[in-house]
């Protein structure tokens, strides 16, 4: 897949002097980006990519390079700059392990699809397949966690390779898009133009919403006494979240969020659910499991809010509207299914449902008075709760006391496990791309280097990463990076010791079984925040916990802020694995 543009005359036919005037792959790469908005790549040097380096040097007035400590770290910190700004993120890393180093972040942005594009190095052409030092098959390697990826094997396809893969990474399904660059492709030399007029095979087709399934959902929705809105991270792709509060408020219809689409709608409303699955709330599991009509939006019905798939939402009929049809019908198959971006099917539907006219939209809002009260019976029944403990800090009051010192307000990115769940029930969101977090890879050390991606986006925001003392261990070297570009992100720590979610479910079904989850032998955080030149605070009782996170937030550079938690508290509700909302676990 190579995009259509005219060539420049091979250099062989050229007299030599002239092709020495041309400039080399490395500068046209860098070109090419810059004609694709780049102004960040976040990267890690090594030979293959030396080239590139020497020119990027040249072009630092144009481009800013964040020298990360891992390329792991390149690769989160290009999904957080992503996540925070809708725009395309830069990775930029070396051949063999500068790539494999690479693709957790490359699986991570494709199963939550982020827009990245990650240039790797790679051994000069004459040296593929024969073990040549730092040689990897990338495109073999990556080839099951992109959206595409490319072997550039000749200088005059690269601009149009460039060009392409920004085009594919933002268009469509958001995802992830692999550059591999030989080294003597970066050091060969062609022509370079803009492309203004390149004509892509892959062109984005996208077209109105199909009115005949338009007219047919709208008429479901109208009729339908027990409906709900499943909606995901598809919400924040296409900038629906504006056209899903408009609709939901228009017809009065509950929403439930998944993980990855908390906040494209506000958690306060009172037409939120808030969260179903796993972790979800009772009162979203149970709509959910009693609907007539799921209306499921910008979702792929995920293990993680299926549970058993046979035994989810048993008696609902589905309409299923996502922009990417391999989608639709995969896991759960729809009665009715759309294939359009999520903001222009919200639109079609609202305007079709107000065709209806005045007395049947209220006629459809009346006829579910009794479906809202039951709803209203199970938030009152079972709501988000913990107890209290007046000799350690509870994790969940962790959570709601940040929330009450930032207002709100904080783009918060967290790391997998507990704290993410906690974080995720506890934190209210109110606007859209104000979480951040790795959910459908579940990728440990994410979320410190997605906040500095983010923090770089949103300079005048308070960035918190919310992370486990595991997962922080795995990428906390990123901290040297934050330090070095003055990204003033404020790190939170919920240390209790342990891989707290593996723990628990050791606990819950393995009988108490601690096989190897026990992380009490981990460095002073604090000092391993002042080692770097940040600002490190610790609170261990429940009377420090404002005071830590006050001075925490109050730092003007990046901060460090070590919460040690109860060892042993456990994230509720909970459906266990291959269950469904009926064997719901709603307290220890």
């Not at 730092?134 to 959206?147: H, M, N, P």
């Not at 003007?556 to 719901?584: C, H, L, T, Y």
Request: charge should be neutral.
């Amino acid at each position: 897949m190579i995009a259509q543009a005219q060539l420049a005359i091979p250099p062989a036919t050229m007299p030599q002097s002239d092709v020495l005037t041309q400039p080399r792959g490395a500068e046209i790469l860098i070109q090419a980006l810059v004609h694709e908005g780049v102004d960040a790549i976040f990267g890690y040097p090594g030979g293959a990519v030396l080239h590139i380096y020497d020119e990027l040097w040249r072009a630092r007035n144009r481009i800013t390079h964040y020298l990360v400590r891992h390329e792991q770290g390149a690769v989160h910190m290009a999904e957080g700059y992503a996540r925070a700004s809708g725009r395309v993120g830069v990775a930029l890393v070396t051949s063999g392990p500068g790539a494999t180093n690479a693709v957790t972040g490359i699986a991570n942005a494709y199963m939550d699809s982020t827009p990245i594009v990650v240039i790797t190095g790679q051994v000069p052409i004459p040296l593929i397949g024969t073990d040549a030092f730092q040689e990897v098959d990338t495109i073999g390697i990556t080839r099951s966690c992109v959206k595409h990826n490319y072997l550039v094997r000749d200088v005059r396809d690269l601009a149009p390779v460039v060009h392409e893969a920004f085009h594919l990474a933002r268009t469509g399904r958001p995802g992830p898009i692999v550059i591999d660059i030989p080294k003597d492709v970066s050091a060969a030399r062609a022509s370079y133009s803009r492309l203004k007029n390149i004509s892509y095979p892959c062109i984005d087709r996208r077209s109105s919403p199909d009115p005949h399934v338009v007219a047919r959902a709208a008429a479901a929705i109208v009729q339908a006494r027990r409906p709900v809105l499943y909606v995901g991270g598809g919400i924040l792709n296409s900038g629906a979240a504006p056209a899903l509060l408009a609709f939901a408020e228009r017809l009065q219809l509950p929403v439930t969020p998944t993980l990855m689409g908390l906040d494209g709608f506000p958690s306060a409303h009172p037409l939120c659910l808030n969260m179903l699955g796993m972790h979800g709330t009772y009162a979203a599991n149970m709509a959910v499991a009693e609907s007539d009509l799921l209306i499921a939006i910008g979702v792929r019905f995920d293990d993680r809010v299926t549970g058993k798939l046979a035994t989810f939402a048993p008696q609902a009929r589905v309409i299923h509207i996502d922009i990417d049809p391999a989608n639709v019908g995969k896991n759960r198959a729809p009665q009715i299914s759309l294939i359009a971006d999520a903001r222009d099917a919200l639109c079609a539907l609202l305007e079709k449902i107000e065709s209806f006219g005045q007395a049947r939209i209220d006629e459809s809002v009346s006829g579910r008075a009794a479906w809202w009260e039951r709803l209203r019976a199970w938030q009152q029944e079972q709501p988000l709760r913990f107890s209290g403990a007046a000799d350690h800090i509870k994790p969940q009051s962790v959570i709601r006391e940040l929330h009450r010192l930032t207002k709100g307000n904080a783009l918060l990115v967290t790391d997998v496990g507990q704290h993410q769940m906690w974080a995720a029930q506890f934190y209210p969101f109110q606007k859209s791309r104000q979480w951040i977090t790795s959910g459908g890879l579940g990728a440990m050390g994410f979320g410190l280097p997605a906040a500095i991606g983010a923090q770089l986006v949103r300079r005048d925001e308070v960035v918190v990463a919310v992370v486990g003392d595991g997962g922080f261990q795995m990428t906390n070297q990123e901290l040297a990076t934050a330090m070095q570009y003055d990204l003033p992100i404020k790190v939170l720590i919920m240390n209790n010791g342990y891989l707290g979610m593996v723990r628990q479910w050791q606990e819950m079904f393995y009988e108490r079984a601690y096989s190897e989850v026990d992380l009490t032998v981990s460095p002073d955080f604090v000092k391993l925040a002042e080692a770097y030149g940040a600002f490190g605070v610790r609170a261990t009782r429940p009377e420090e916990l404002s005071d830590v996170l006050a001075a925490g937030l109050a730092h003007k550079g990046v901060a460090v802020m070590d919460i040690v938690v109860s060892k042993e508290e456990n994230v509720f509700p909970i459906i266990p694995a291959g269950g469904n909302s009926r064997d719901m676990i709603t307290e220890g």
